[in-house]
Every structure is written in structure tokens, then in C-alpha cells.
């Protein structure tokens, strides 16, 4: 099944990854549950996946969570002309508690393209912006105040944790050293400088900028990203329906990690997917973000079985 896939709303640009393989699942589903069938986009940023699987499946009915109102914003405009059949919730998918069971959860994990190009949100290395990096602006600690709040060793941690960054102490030590010289970050690039600089001089011009892992670190920590997910793990099998199926897209290893074990272990669950599912050279060269996508599916077992 191919399907155009760039999504393009007036100021929401963001192309949804690994699509035909999230629609050839959905069309895998037992007729049963396609026809009147139910689905959550537990991560709807702006509708990509939902519009093109409410094209594809025209008896589907939509239920969209997000936890960043611009996203929300964006999909309700996207999904506009499918009606009643999309409806969208501002919710961190952790607290979702839905009000039937649903043939199909999906999951795309992580940050939109445009959570990332718009310097004011704060997550980008290479534009500058304030210290932010909150998905939901209206809750939790700002990355600034993170970096105030939190003890040297605690921080060389969350960046080791969270960032598998080799460096992490040095960083830490720079950065609680420049907060009491000089006071906060002017903003994400005098931070992103401030890193780079705890790496020796021929490491600095790699293919990975050094600031990544460290970004990535404060981002999972400021959002909660780990747990939020261990969460949705741990709910989303009871959302489903018989035969209904989990499909979770990853971007790094820590999440994968959690999926993959999630999947082999939770009793209500029956992996489809033994290896995750990969992005095409093609979908790689046209998108550079579905490089590190991986997307593992799971089916909901019979309890009666
Ligand atoms: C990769 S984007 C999804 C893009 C979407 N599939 C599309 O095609 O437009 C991930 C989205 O998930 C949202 N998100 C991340 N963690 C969340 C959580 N715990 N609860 C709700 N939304 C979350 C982010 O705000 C972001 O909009």
C-alpha cells in the first residue's frame, strides 16, 4: 500500500515516518475490528499518521492525544474535514483512560520536526532559543531551571543516563562551574558551546554534533519521556480489544529497549514483530528522521484463550 506521506499544514511542517508499514498493519487487522473500528494515535503532533490512515480506512474513527497545544492546534486543523471521525484530546498519553477498547494504538514517539525548528520551544542545538524544552509549556520544570535545580553529580548522571553521553562528567562539572561564574545560559547555542567544549578538539567536528546526546538527556528528563512510556506500556494492552494491535514507533535505544522487553514479557500481549521494522534507503534519504525510527508491533491475545 503506498500512500503520499509529505504533511504540510500552514505552519506545522512534519513528515510522518514508516507510514505504509503503520497502514499495512492496521490492514492486516481482522475485518471485525476495521469495520466500525476504533483506533488511538496516542501521539497525534500534526494528524500525518492519523489523516492518512482516516484516507486509508474509511470506517475508522480517531482518537488523537497530545500533550504540547500547538500539536493540538495543528491536528484539529489537518483532521478538520474528516469530522466526527477524528477527535482530539490534550492529554499526556500516561493519564489517557479511554471510554471503550479500540482496535489499533499507535505510538510515535518523541519530539515533532516542528517541536524541534521553532528556536522558542528551546529543544534545538543548532537555532538559538530560550532554555526550555518543555512539550507541554504549562507544566514542569524549563531545561534552565533544571540545569539550576540539579546537583552536579545528579546532573552527570541524568546525562549519562538519559544521554549515553561518555563525557557526562565533564559537562556536568562545566556546567554547574559556568551557572555560578556567570549565572544562566543566554540560551540553547551558549550551552550547546559550553558542551562541545568538554569534548577533546578532535571530537568536536563529527558527524554528531557533541551537544546531541546531552540535548537528548535534559529533553527525556524535562518531559519525563521514560516514564511516561513505561506508562503507556503498561496501560495501552488494556485499551485494546481482542486481535486489536500496539504498534510503537522508537527513535533511541533507551526507548526501544523498553518496548522490546514490554512486548517479549506482558502476558496480554503476542509479538508480532520479533526484530523492530525499519525504514527503506529511500524513506532514509527522503527523511532523515526515520534513520533511527524503529517500529515494533504486538497483538492483544484472547484472554479466553
Ligand atoms: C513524533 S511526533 C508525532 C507525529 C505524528 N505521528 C504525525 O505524523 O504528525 C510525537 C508527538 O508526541 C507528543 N508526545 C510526546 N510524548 C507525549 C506524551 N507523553 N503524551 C502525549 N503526547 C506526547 C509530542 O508532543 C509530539 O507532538
Redesign the pocket.
Known amino acids: 500500500m503506498k500512500e503520499e506521506s509529505k ?1 504540510v499544514t500552514s505552519k ?1 511542517k ?4 514508516l ?1 505504509n508499514q503503520v497502514l499495512e498493519a492496521i490492514a492486516k487487522l481482522p475485518s471485525e475490528l476495521l469495520i466500525k473500528g476504533k483506533l488511538i ?12 490512515i482516516l484516507k486509508g480506512f474509511p470506517s475508522l474513527h480517531i482518537t488523537g ?4 497545544p500547538s ?1 493540538i492546534d ?2 484539529s486543523k ?1 483532521l478538520l474535514h474528516f469530522g466526527s471521525r477524528a477527535e482530539i484530546i490534550s ?6 483512560v479511554p471510554q471503550e477498547e479500540v482496535a489499533f494504538v ?10 524541534i525548528d521553532e528556536a522558542k520551544r528551546g529543544f534545538s542545538f543548532r537555532l538559538n532559543g530560550p532554555l526550555d524544552m518543555r ?2 509549556p504549562k507544566k514542569g520544570l524549563k531545561a534552565d531551571e533544571l540545569l539550576e535545580k540539579t546537583e552536579e553529580k545528579a546532573l552527570a548522571d541524568l546525562i549519562y543516563k538519559y544521554g549515553e553521553e561518555k563525557f557526562s562528567r565533564r559537562i556536568a562539572r562545566r556546567i554547574k562551574q559556568d551557572l555560578s561564574a556567570n549565572g544562566p545560559y543566554e540560551g540553547t547555542s551558549a550551552l550547546a558551546y559550553a558542551i562541545a567544549g568538554c569534548y577533546p578538539p578532535k571530537m568536536r567536528n563529527g558527524r554528531i554534533h557533541p551537544a546531541t546526546r546531552t540535548f537528548q538527556a535534559l529533553r527525556i528528563a524535562i ?3 521514560l516514564d ?2 513505561q ?2 506500556l503498561q496501560k495501552a494492552p488494556n485499551w485494546l480489544l481482542p486481535g486489536g494491535v500496539f504498534a510503537v ?1 522508537s ?1 533511541h535505544s533507551l526507548e526501544d529497549r523498553l518496548v522490546k522487553k514490554s512486548f517479549l514479557t506482558d502476558e496480554r500481549l503476542e509479538r508480532i514483530t520479533r526484530k523492530p521494522i525499519q525504514a527503506d534507503s529511500n524513506e532514509k534519504l527522503n527523511n532523515p ?1 526515520s534513520r533511527s525510527a524503529k517500529l515494533r508491533l504486538a497483538k492483544k491475545r484472547n484472554p479466553n484463550e
Open positions: 504533511i506545522f512534519h513528515t510522518p515516518v507510514v494515535d496516542a501521539t497525534i503532533g500534526g494528524g500525518g499518521h492519523s489523516a492518512l492525544l497530545d500533550q504540547d500539536a495543528a491536528a489537518q492529554s499526556n498519553f500516561a493519564d489517557f499507535l505510538a510515535d514517539l518523541g519530539v515533532s520536526s516542528p517541536q512539550m507541554n518531559n519525563n519521556e511516561a512510556l506508562h503507556l514507533i527513535f528522521r
